[in-house]
């Protein structure tokens, strides 16, 4: 079964440092990955995604993310934080055996200070 | 475009009653999921349906029911409300189970006391 794994629960970071938020994942053949957004009282909005060919995703509001294969991991990146970016953040897995469903990640908190 | 949309958008229930959460999309999308999200958790999925009249248990079906009989409704029902039941619940539609993402709606967030 395919499985997503968010290591941290919350990362803090200074307005203006670069930003990563982990997660790895377990699939059985080629993983389609993505990542989402989910401010205060307000539903997942779709940030990016990895289906296949070069392995830097480039997404909404500036974020990116990093598909490494060797290491199984699919981390979300941003250059230089905002203070608006701070949000739950969710990793997730295409699971083509339940309608393409989405099996997620538990989250990660993201607070970024002035 | 409304997208998805869920209501209400807040609800309180005693322990045994019943309810329906409802959820339309008006993209003409197939596919459409229920999920549920706890602390700490992350997303659970409760039912999906592939098309209209086609229904089918996810993760955790227990305690719920859904029914697909037009193409942009999905309704959640509640039958027996139970405290761990308390949650906020989404609605998502995806035009297939190909890459596209999905598209959520702004969640109901459900209390059962």
């Known amino acids: 079964a395919q499985s997503v794994a968010q290591p941290e629960d919350q990362v803090n970071v200074a307005e203006g440092n670069p930003l990563t938020v982990k997660c790895t994942y377990s699939?059985?053949?080629?993983?389609?990955l993505f990542w989402y957004v989910q401010y205060p009282n307000r539903g997942l909005q779709f940030l990016l995604k990895y289906i296949t060919g070069d392995n830097l995703v480039k997404g909404s509001y500036g974020f990116e993310a990093e598909f490494n294969k060797s290491q199984t991991s699919f981390h979300l990146k941003k250059p230089s934080a905002l203070v608006s970016d701070s949000a739950l953040y969710f990793c997730?897995?295409?699971?083509?055996?339940?309608?393409?469903?989405?099996?997620f990640g538990q989250g990660t908190e993201l607070s970024v200070k002035p | 475009n409304a997208g998805v949309t869920q209501t209400p958008k807040f609800r309180i229930l005693k322990i045994g009653q019943s309810m329906t959460l409802q959820c339309t999309q008006d993209?003409?999308?197939?596919?459409m999921y229920w999920y549920r999200q706890d602390p700490g958790m992350g997303l659970k999925l409760i039912y999906y349906?592939?098309?209209?009249?086609?229904?089918d248990k996810g993760e955790v079906p227990n305690g719920y029911n859904v029914s697909r009989s037009t193409t942009e409704d999905f309704p959640l029902r509640l039958e027996l409300a139970a405290p761990s039941q308390t949650s906020v619940y989404f609605c998502a539609s995806n035009p297939d189970r190909g890459n596209s993402p999905l598209h959520f709606g702004n969640g109901t967030r459900l209390t059962v006391t």
């Open positions: 699939v059985s053949g080629n993983p389609y």
């Open positions: 993209m003409n999308h197939n596919y």
């Open positions: 349906s592939v098309g209209a009249g086609i229904t």
């Open positions: 997730a897995v295409r699971e083509y055996d339940q309608g393409g469903k989405l099996i």
